[in-house]
């Protein structure tokens, strides 16, 4: 009768441990895992605001073209410069991945004005996005405002992480 025991304390002490192992790791995943979630929300909030100040600047060269392109930049003057905008557009038609890495960003990034069309379109970034059908596991809304055909304009850049 008291090897029975002895073997029943061993099982138990074994299911304590193991139960113990799981609880452990439980708690460290949990708290790795939120500060993951957080550290990428402050990496897609920083790229957002990065990526916006760029496009809401006159860029460099000040007067680009897809061929001597720096820093991509809509506005001269606090205002929307419609050529720098079309070129814009255009370069992200022909080369979106270009402009990622001007932007210097791998995420994902989908800009455009509220009630406003550009080019047919409503927005830039990501071909065959628009504001409705971004897949996104992670996603950052930017808003600026601005001036567009002489009317205060508000402007959203989506940058996401597919």
Do not use: C, H
């Not at 557009?89 to 990622?100: A, E, R, V």
Request: no cysteine; aromatic share 18%; glycine share 6%.
């Amino acid at each position: 009768m008291t090897k029975k025991a002895q073997a029943w304390g061993t099982d138990l002490a074994i299911g304590f441990m193991i139960f113990s192992a799981a609880i452990v790791f439980f708690y460290f995943y949990s708290f790795n895992y939120t500060n993951e979630t957080e550290d990428m929300l402050q990496i897609l909030t920083y790229e957002g605001n990065y990526i916006a100040d760029s496009i809401m600047s006159s860029g460099s060269p000040t007067d680009w073209t897809n061929e001597t392109v720096q820093e991509i930049g809509i506005e001269d003057d606090g205002k929307i410069n419609e050529t720098k905008f079309e070129r814009f557009f255009n370069l992200t038609q022909s080369d979106y991945n270009k402009t990622k890495t001007l932007f210097q960003t791998r995420y994902d990034y989908y800009f455009f004005l509220k009630n406003e069309s550009i080019m047919g379109s409503e927005g830039i970034g990501k071909p065959g996005t628009n504001s409705t059908n971004i897949q996104a596991s992670n996603l950052i809304k930017v808003t600026r405002f601005t001036i567009y055909k002489n009317k205060p304009t508000t402007v959203y850049l989506y940058i996401f992480e597919p």
